[in-house]
């Protein structure tokens, strides 16, 4: 019996879409994270890594969504090569089955792999640069918060009157930790302001 296409897609936040990686290709199964390559943290891949089975073929969009480091790369393409899973990367029209690999598809994926590392520091580096000079000329504003401040008090309401916080999650759209931390800030503006009518 012919082994399953299985797809594995990751986008780096919540708000992008994974729509275009795999686009059109017929797949038996889809796994799909919503982290950062640098995360340790992907329930998804670790899915996949136990589902797939000999005879399998894991299609990636890139060697930059299966991991960012290179190390990790290689040896996940080597785990799954060895169990007999083959491994198809599109974009860069490489495939892996750990039998028939060439030397120049090997050493392709090593130097590929080191250039996608490279471009994310270079990236990252840009980003860091840029946020520094907007500091200097006093025209950083930061990340946007996931609520406004009359978002935060409704949930602190809410959320105090005994509404479940998954629920209220849900429906702000906002993960569990922002409600927690919006509720955490209520608190802390309350017994600030306890104390200051006590000095007074």
């Known amino acids: 019996m012919a082994g399953q296409i299985v797809g594995y897609v990751r986008v780096s936040t919540l708000e992008q879409s994974s729509a275009r990686q795999l686009a059109g290709m017929e797949l038996d199964r889809v796994f799909e994270d919503k982290a950062s390559g640098k995360d340790l943290e992907r329930p998804a891949l670790t899915e996949a890594l136990a589902y797939l089975r000999q005879g399998d073929t894991l299609m990636v969009h890139s060697m930059d969504r299966l991991a960012r480091n290179l190390e990790a790369l290689q040896r996940t393409v080597r785990e799954l090569t060895a169990k007999g899973v083959e491994v198809h990367f599109v974009k860069e029209n490489l495939t892996f089955t750990g039998e028939e690999d060439s030397p120049m598809a090997t050493l392709t994926l090593g130097l590929l792999g080191a250039v996608a590392a490279f471009e994310r520091a270079q990236i990252l580096s840009r980003q860091a640069d840029g946020i520094a000079l907007a500091k200097v000329r006093g025209v950083y504003k930061g990340r946007k918060p996931a609520l406004d401040a009359e978002q935060a008090a409704e949930i ?19 993960s569990r930790e922002t409600v927690y931390k919006a509720v955490r800030e209520g608190l802390g503006t309350a017994a600030d302001q306890g104390r200051t009518s006590r000095i007074s």
């Open 156 to 174: 602190r309401q809410r959320a105090t009157a005994g509404e479940q916080k998954t629920v209220l999650a849900k429906e702000f759209g906002v």
